[in-house]
T-cell receptor
């Protein structure tokens, strides 16, 4: 059974810092990995999707990498801003297009 | 383009009552999903559908039923609500085609069962 782990559960950093969020998964037979952002009381917003054949994807200040063989992904956020404060979730896609989610990292950027 | 919408946004039920949550998407997606999100448990898949007229069980299907009579709609039913079904429910959809398989989520329905 696929298990997805995100460490740390919470992270607090000062504004302007570059930071890395980690995601690990137990079964390397995945189709893709997706990073989401969730603001309090809101739904999930897709940030980046990496296909299993890809190594990384970039969108603005965000860069996500995937190492399928080691079961790891990282989300790099450059020059963090208070507006980046949210919970970040990673999810891996297996059979029947089903996603398995990690429990998220709650990120706080302090002005 | 509204994306994925959910109705209602909030609901309070008494134990034993029934209700239906409606999910609608206007992106012509084949795949639709219902998840629940609980503190400390993350997001868990309840039921999903790979196309109009099909449904399948996810990780936590007990106490729920679903129907996909139209491609754009996916209904989640609670026949006899229990306090353990207090949760935030999210609907999602995707094309499911390689390169078009990003999942899009609705805003959620916050359900309280007393």
């Amino acid at each position: 059974k696929q298990e997805v782990t995100q460490i740390p559960a919470a992270l607090s950093v000062p504004e302007g810092e570059n930071l890395v969020l980690n995601c690990s998964f137990t079964d390397s037979a995945i189709y893709n990995l997706q990073w989401f952002r969730q603001d309090p009381g809101k739904g999930l917003t897709s940030l980046l999707l990496i296909q299993s054949s890809q190594r990384e994807q970039t969108s603005g200040r965000l860069n996500a990498s995937l190492d399928k063989s080691s079961g790891r992904s990282t989300l790099y956020i450059a020059a963090s801003q208070p507006g980046d404060s949210a919970t970040y979730l990673c999810a891996v896609k297996g059979g029947a297009q089903k996603l398995v989610f990690g429990q998220g990292t709650r990120l706080t950027i302090n002005p | 383009n509204a994306g994925v919408t959910q109705t209602p946004k909030f609901r309070v039920l008494k134990t034993g009552q029934s209700m239906t949550l409606l999910c609608a998407q206007d992106m012509n997606h084949e795949y639709m999903y219902w998840y629940r999100q609980d503190p400390g448990m993350g997001l868990r898949l309840i039921h999903y559908s790979v196309g109009e007229g099909t449904t399948a069980k996810g990780e936590v299907p007990d106490g729920y039923n679903v129907s996909r009579l139209k491609k754009q709609n996916f209904l989640l039913g609670l026949e006899s609500a229990a306090p353990s079904q207090t949760s935030v429910y999210f609907c999602a959809s995707t094309h499911g085609i390689q390169g078009l398989d990003e999942q899009y989520f609705g805003p959620g329905t916050r359900l309280t069962v007393t």
